[in-house]
């Protein structure tokens, strides 16, 4: 549980560092810097399992490494460019409906069986979502 609410923090703030440091024209140096950062500090757990020779990554490992490596970073520079032209509490909410992209892929690719609750939920947060985008408040 502790993990959980540390997560939940973690993730609750990163946007308003992000905001607070686009606004100051600092694009480049934010997404480099902290992806560095975020590379040491998850280095460190990696290399100690690898030391204990229980770090066995096959080609599927890999793999997964490469995508998620390059998926985080195209991730990241899109939500950077959100971050520079709306609000913070805007992209915030629309970049926390990823759990629907999540929940079909896991249908699609995993078979995993999901409740009628959990499909009628998809559209739902979907129509939220691009009310949130389209039917702003002008400021």
Same mark, same amino acid.
């Given at each position: 549980? @502790?993990?959980?609410?540390? #997560?939940?923090?973690?993730?609750?703030?990163?946007?308003?560092?992000?905001?607070?440091? !686009?606004?100051?024209? /600092?694009?480049?140096?934010?997404?480099?810097?902290? #992806?560095?950062?975020?590379?040491?500090?998850?280095?460190?757990?990696?290399?100690? =399992?690898?030391?204990?020779?229980?770090?066995?990554?096959?080609?599927?490992?890999?793999?997964?490494?490469?995508?998620?490596?390059?998926?985080? *970073?195209?991730? #990241?520079?899109?939500?950077?460019?959100?971050?520079?032209?709306?609000? *913070?509490? &805007? !992209? #915030? &909410?629309?970049?926390? $409906?990823?759990?629907?992209?999540?929940?079909?892929? $896991? *249908?699609?690719?995993? /078979?995993? =069986?999901?409740?009628?609750?959990?499909?009628?939920?998809?559209?739902?947060?979907?129509?939220? !979502? @691009?009310? &949130?985008?389209?039917? =702003?408040?002008?400021?």
């Amino acid at each position: 549980m @502790f993990n959980l609410i540390m #997560s939940l923090l973690c993730r609750g703030v990163q946007p308003l560092l992000v905001k607070l440091g !686009v606004q100051h024209g /600092h694009h480049s140096y934010i997404l480099a810097g902290s #992806s560095v950062i975020w590379a040491l500090i998850t280095f460190f757990p990696a290399w100690r =399992q690898w030391n204990r020779g229980s770090w066995d990554v096959d080609r599927i490992g890999i793999f997964c490494i490469l995508a998620l490596g390059g998926i985080a *970073a195209i991730g #990241s520079i899109f939500y950077f460019r959100a971050m520079d032209v709306l609000p *913070a509490s &805007l !992209v #915030s &909410l629309a970049v926390a $409906a990823h759990p629907v992209v999540t929940l079909v892929g $896991a *249908a699609i690719l995993f /078979h995993e =069986q999901l409740k009628l609750g959990q499909w009628l939920g998809v559209p739902f947060l979907a129509i939220g !979502v @691009f009310l &949130l985008l389209f039917y =702003q408040n002008p400021t």
